[in-house]
């Protein structure tokens, strides 16, 4: 993670930590604990976190406006949104200033498990406000033009099947389900999609398409990772299904899914980093 290391704003010799709201209309309501005058001007800085080896880039930075003893409030409106990837939480005392990295307060998710916080507007804009693993305030946003939501996950046997809501596009005439070998130049696998009403769909994974069509790895090799789309119609674009409309903002070690043994081979599915659907199939381990 980028910052600093510790540095305290204007020397104070306590470090700033902050609460997030997620409001109805999508917009975060940041409350600060900060000790200085009121007379001071800090800011807060969300800055995106850079793919590795990359230099920073892009940030947001609002004005902290005095809301009591040692108290500061911001809102970060709705719009524009956020581009999607991290945001970490920094607060900059002044201009040029050192940033400090917010700890992590109280979050106030409500809204999202509800289905609020502007959640199902296309395109979609989903920003969820979480503690990262070294204890520092973060907001994970996502942006998508259109958007396949995954709901339940039913393992049968040797297969998964998996119910979503289409966002931002309907099922229509074609409609498949196209899982992409990653790092491969294998032809996808397309898999029927069942509708199930204007929006809603279901799929059926069964492992063995995904052997037959590219086989999997040996013993000792690294997994094979298949990517879940939806095309929800011929000719349209094909649209990542995912889990993003709740609170969770990383959903991988939260949600595992227990692995189907197939012969050498097992497989199961998983989200990503990203909250994306996949299939993973790993060779077994010798006995």
Request: with cysteine.
């Amino acid at each position: 993670m980028s910052g600093v290391k510790g540095e305290d704003v204007n020397g104070s010799s306590e470090k700033p930590w902050g609460a997030v709201t997620v409001q109805e209309d999508g917009s975060l309501l940041m409350h600060v604990r900060l000790p200085l005058p009121a007379s001071a001007r800090p800011r807060l800085l969300l800055q995106l976190r850079p793919k590795k080896g990359k230099p920073e880039e892009t940030s947001r930075c609002l004005d902290l406006e005095a809301a009591g003893q040692d108290q500061w409030r911001a809102v970060l409106e709705a719009a524009p949104a956020l581009e999607e990837g991290r945001w970490d939480a920094y607060v900059v005392g002044a201009p040029g200033g050192d940033r400090v990295p917010l700890l992590p307060g109280l979050r106030e998710l409500r809204t999202l498990v509800s289905g609020g916080g502007g959640l199902g507007v296309m395109p979609l804009a989903v920003r969820i406000p979480y503690a990262t693993k070294d204890g520092r305030l973060a907001v994970r946003a996502w942006r998508r033009a259109a958007h396949a939501e995954a709901g339940r996950i039913v393992l049968g046997g040797d297969s998964m099947t998996v119910t979503a809501r289409l966002f931002g596009a309907r099922p229509g005439e074609g409609a498949v389900v196209s899982l992409h070998r990653r790092g491969q130049g294998s032809a996808p696998v397309q898999i029927a999609l069942r509708a199930e009403g204007d929006q809603d769909f279901s799929f059926t994974v069964a492992y063995e398409e995904l052997l037959a069509e590219a086989g999997g790895p040996a013993a000792g090799e690294a997994p094979v990772v298949w990517d879940v789309y939806v095309r929800p119609a011929t000719g349209a674009s094909r649209i990542r299904v995912a889990r993003l409309l709740d609170d969770i903002a990383d959903r991988k070690a939260v949600f595992v899914y227990p692995a189907t043994t197939l012969g050498e081979v097992s497989a199961r599915p998983y989200y990503t980093l990203d909250n994306d659907l996949s299939v993973e199939i790993t060779p077994q381990r010798p006995r």
